[in-house]
């Protein structure tokens, strides 16, 4: 029945759409659009050790996943970092570890199974002379899988890369070589997957990879990938182990080509 002007109408069952109450009907419209504080969930670790005695060493790691996903877009926010010295004195090198990356990407669904994205990723690393890589893109993605344990999503698009090295001196022998500084720029490609499943009620598996081929350098190219575990031990507290493995194909003279973080340890989690 619906009051007008006119008095009581009667309105058939049938005729009738989805019915809600004023304080349901407004916890949908904000499920709709939830302020950008909300939705959040992931979890922070922070590890420190430190050895004094017949040894002087500190380790601090640090690692941070985090994901805002609505009906209509997502935010993924994730960051690991160590550094590591030792303190004793006359001590080669006596920066051991010194090593900060990070990144997000932005979703936003064009159809069903169809998004365009934005992604940054940005590492630091004292040990390989890298002052800065910044690694601006976008493109497409393919939801592969969507349900409510496990996601796998293809991407494919392009990118932006700038990196500045520092000048330094290599240990090679018989002689040390000087290497200059060096700050470079390029297009290319970005090609990987991010996949995310639910192991059981507690713990969440999350992965992330990249190719970037360099478009302006013949045979460059670099990988990223990220992958973490987070179980929560209860609604405040969780332990997480995290992985992340960065590629070059091209490093500097002296260095590696690859770098590998692994951190773990009890974290917060949270879910707001």
Known sequence: MVTTTQGAVHVPKASAGLIRSEGVQAAYDASLHPALTRNWAGGLNLGLALARGNSATKN????????RPTDNDKITLYANSIYSTNDLAGANPSTVANAILGGLRYDRNIAPRLFAYGAGDFQKDDLQHLDLRSIVGGGLGFHAVKTSRTMLDFLGGADYTRESYAAYTTST?????????KTSSFAGAAIGDDFSHKLGAASLLTQRFNYYPNLNNGGGYRTALDAAITTKLNTWLGWQLGFTDRYTSNAQPGNKNNDVLFTTGLALTFKH
């Open 60 to 67: 601090l790691t640090l690692a941070l996943n985090a994901v």
């Open 173 to 181: 022998t018989p002689l040390p070589t000087f290497v200059e500084a």
